[in-house]
């Protein structure tokens, strides 16, 4: 069982950065894949980034691609994810998830345990 906390949502001006945090309980947590998944109002949460149980494979959505960095410390159960350059459109509730079963993961039915969600607001 893993329990996960996101925290460093917030609201930021276009342009800005944030650095999400998720902490993760438990002392078995880099035989986990990571993932960041994000969802608007009205729209389906979809996967923005994804981080294998090594840290060594990464995956990008297309529309986060050079903007957002996905990283992880096996050491503190921590991953992170830096949003630069932010835009309204990535406005939304951003949830960290944890898979058991696979060591890279990227469809959200692959991901056993899910974080409470942190808000991100990007101000025109």
């Known amino acids: 069982q893993v329990q996960l906390v996101e925290s460093g949502g917030g609201l930021v001006q276009a342009g800005g950065s944030l650095r999400l945090s998720c902490a993760a309980s438990g002392r078995t947590f880099s035989t986990y894949a990571m993932g960041w998944f994000r969802q608007a109002p009205g729209k389906e949460r979809d996967v923005v980034a994804a981080?294998?149980?090594?840290?060594?494979?990464?995956y990008y959505a297309d529309s986060v691609k050079a903007r957002f960095t996905i990283s992880r410390d096996n050491a503190k159960n921590t991953v992170y994810l830096q949003m630069s350059s932010l835009r309204p459109e990535d406005t939304a509730v951003y949830y960290c998830?944890?898979?058991?079963?696979?060591?890279?993961?990227?469809?959200?039915?692959?991901?056993?345990?899910w974080g409470q969600g942190t808000q991100v607001t990007v101000s025109s």
């Open positions: 998830a944890a898979s058991a079963v696979s060591s890279f993961a990227l469809k959200d039915d692959r991901y056993d345990y």
């Open positions: 981080i294998s149980r090594s840290g060594t494979v990464t």
